[in-house]
């Protein structure tokens, strides 16, 4: 979900209690949902879309249970991903696990899905996504706010450490022990919003790594998952939310539904059909050479439905 959208819609949190068989029962449903006119995610079942609602006025509905606001889509031949590490990663093995998600997600069966929006004049997403690079930071201590995010974001440009790219989305992922003020780990488990910077219009996220007493607030396997190493693999899943709604809703004003969710919210904390790892975790998507447990997104065609994968 969007970190903020217009008007200044506010941030709440919604528990959605999943019923999926095996490791990844009972998970807790921590990602933004907007509150004041929004309804929270409902429980239960998996989201069925908006059929007929006609959309916020000026939208456009595509029968498909989510509508196009106007907005800029990220259409661009890729979308280039950059990383920065905030915090101490030292010998943790997620600065290579989420590198190599973002390195073979693009051309998947996975990010296809987002080839199903498409902006203004028609054109589409791409079924690709380039990792750039990455830059480290640990300036800001251990208590973030939102305005540190940006800062953190616009530090790495401005220095040059990562180039001001208007095609990017920058991902800044936080290590175990640094907190996130604004309600990381009560209220969210990730977020990603938009803001000029350097006269530019750059599209970044937060995602924290949960690994901690509140491990299970953002981690469907606690004990045990596919790359052995829970932390990094509970943000995989949300990594690709935040990726998937930057490039279909990136400024906050393109494709969401009648209650605020963008295409990731409609699917969020949803699987499908699960595998067992040679670990004996579980998993339902396999990226270059290894294989994520990651949630399903809104595919915006026939009706609309969630799915790992399109067609």
């Known amino acids: 979900m969007s970190r903020s959208r217009a008007l200044a819609v506010v941030i709440a949190v919604a528990l959605l209690g999943l019923t999926v068989a095996g490791p990844v029962a009972n998970a807790k449903e921590n990602e933004l949902a907007p509150k004041h006119v929004l309804k929270s995610f409902a429980n239960g079942a998996p989201d069925q879309g908006d059929k007929g609602d006609a959309g916020p006025k000026g939208a456009?509905?595509?029968?498909?249970?989510?509508?196009?606001?106007?907005?800029?889509?990220?259409?661009?031949p890729t979308t280039n991903a950059y990383i920065i590490w905030y915090g101490n990663w030292a010998g943790n093995s997620a600065t290579t696990i989420l590198q190599d998600l973002l390195t073979n997600?693009?051309?998947?069966?996975?990010?296809?899905?987002?080839?199903?929006?498409?902006?203004?004049?028609?054109?589409?997403?791409?079924?690709?996504?380039?990792?750039?690079?990455?830059?480290?930071?640990?300036?800001?201590g251990t208590s973030l706010s939102d305005s540190d995010i940006a800062t953190i974001v616009s530090d790495a440009v401005t220095s040059a450490?990562?180039?001001?790219?208007?095609?990017?989305?920058?991902?800044?992922?936080?290590?175990?022990?640094?907190?996130?003020?604004?309600?990381?780990?009560t209220q969210y488990c990730g977020w990603h919003t938009h803001a000029s910077i350097a006269g530019t219009d750059l599209k970044y996220a937060f995602i924290g790594d949960p690994t901690g007493p509140k491990l299970s607030a953002c981690a469907v396997q606690t004990t045990t998952s596919p790359n052995g190493n829970v932390g990094a693999d509970a943000m995989a899943s949300v990594v690709a939310h935040e990726l998937e709604e930057a490039v279909t809703d990136p400024d906050l004003n393109a494709w969401y539904d009648s209650r605020g969710y963008e295409n990731a919210d409609?699917?969020?904390?949803?699987?499908?059909?699960?595998?067992?790892?040679?670990?004996?975790s579980a998993y339902n998507v396999a990226l270059g050479s290894r294989q994520f447990l990651i949630q399903r997104n809104w595919v915006n065609a026939s009706g609309g439905f969630c799915a790992v994968k399109y067609p």
Do not use: Q
Not at 113 to 134: C, P
């Open 60 to 76: 456009k509905t595509t029968n498909n249970g989510i509508s196009y606001h106007g907005g800029p889509v990220m259409v661009a």
């Open 105 to 140: 997600i693009g051309g998947s069966p996975y990010f296809n899905i987002n080839t199903t929006y498409s902006n203004a004049a028609g054109a589409k997403v791409r079924n690709s996504v380039t990792y750039v690079s990455s830059s480290t930071d640990n300036a800001h």
């Open 161 to 185: 450490r990562l180039p001001k790219d208007p095609n990017g989305v920058y991902f800044v992922l936080t290590a175990a022990g640094v907190a996130e003020t604004s309600g990381f780990l």
């Open 266 to 280: 409609k699917c969020a904390w949803t699987f499908g059909t699960t595998f067992k790892a040679a670990n004996g």
